[in-house]
């Protein structure tokens, strides 16, 4: 599973509440990735992180936000959660010197009320 | 924006039976498409990828093409069992991938009838 732990596993919480979600890795990897999983759209992806303090947006960050201020851990916040924001939440990691290939956390299942 | 467009959104095969599973991608320069398998209420699992500079790629029951000119790549899995019932979904990379920002496709729930 790569070392990839993600943290709440669920979540209800309620609209206009912070919520923030934790990404903790134990193996070093650089590259580290949050997505969102929704019925019928995939996973699309709203933040990623490419080293310590250096992230970048995806292409639904509308809404979130990230922090890396360490390697093994990558925080996604929802500053003031919305209820189109109840989702599946994956963290993924990108294994150096193997390419390009994504292992996926266990992921958080959200609820905002 | 780049797209990843993923058919059929269901497939129902008896045991025994090919699937295949079909993706098409915008973006010219990505260079990397990876399939995803995932169980219900499990993390998404690789199963297998392919990489621009090859056009196919088999792993015993399943099998990955890929088309550069026309933009599309192709999942198939042989003599399917009930345990590959799962969701499938395909990506590809952004770009040429150095962020490893995949994009991915709406997915495949395939079912297996024993």
């Known amino acids: 599973d790569a070392g990839i732990t993600q943290s709440p596993r669920h979540k209800v919480t309620e609209t206009g509440t912070p919520v923030t979600l934790r990404c903790h890795q134990t193996?070093?990897?650089?590259?580290m990735y949050w997505y969102r999983q929704d019925p019928g759209h995939g996973l699309r992806l709203i933040h990623y992180?490419?080293?310590?303090?250096?992230?970048d947006k995806g292409e639904v960050s509308d809404g979130y936000s990230v922090s890396r201020s360490k390697t093994e851990d990558f925080l996604l916040t929802l500053e003031s959660a919305t209820s189109s924001q109840t989702s599946v939440y994956f963290c993924a990691i990108r294994e150096t010197g193997r390419g390009n290939e994504q292992f996926f956390g266990p992921g958080t299942r959200l609820t905002v009320l | 924006g780049e797209n990843v467009e993923q058919h059929p959104s269901t497939l129902s095969v008896q045991e025994g039976d090919s699937a295949v599973i079909k993706c098409t991608y915008s973006?010219?320069?990505?260079?990397?498409f990876p399939w995803y398998k995932q169980e219900l209420g499990k993390r998404p699992q690789l199963i297998i990828d392919i990489r621009s500079n090859v056009g196919e790629k088999k792993d015993q029951r399943i099998a990955v093409t890929l088309n550069k000119t026309a933009k599309h790549f192709s999942l198939h899995i042989t003599e399917t069992q009930p345990e590959d019932s799962a969701v499938y979904f395909c990506?590809?990379?952004?770009?040429?991938?150095?962020?490893?920002?995949?994009?991915f496709g709406q997915g495949t729930t395939l079912q297996v009838k024993p």
């Open positions: 990506a590809a990379s952004q770009g040429s991938g150095n962020t490893g920002k995949l994009i």
């Open positions: 973006d010219s320069a990505s260079n990397y």
């Open positions: 193996e070093n990897h650089r590259y």
């Open positions: 992180s490419y080293g310590v303090k250096d992230t």
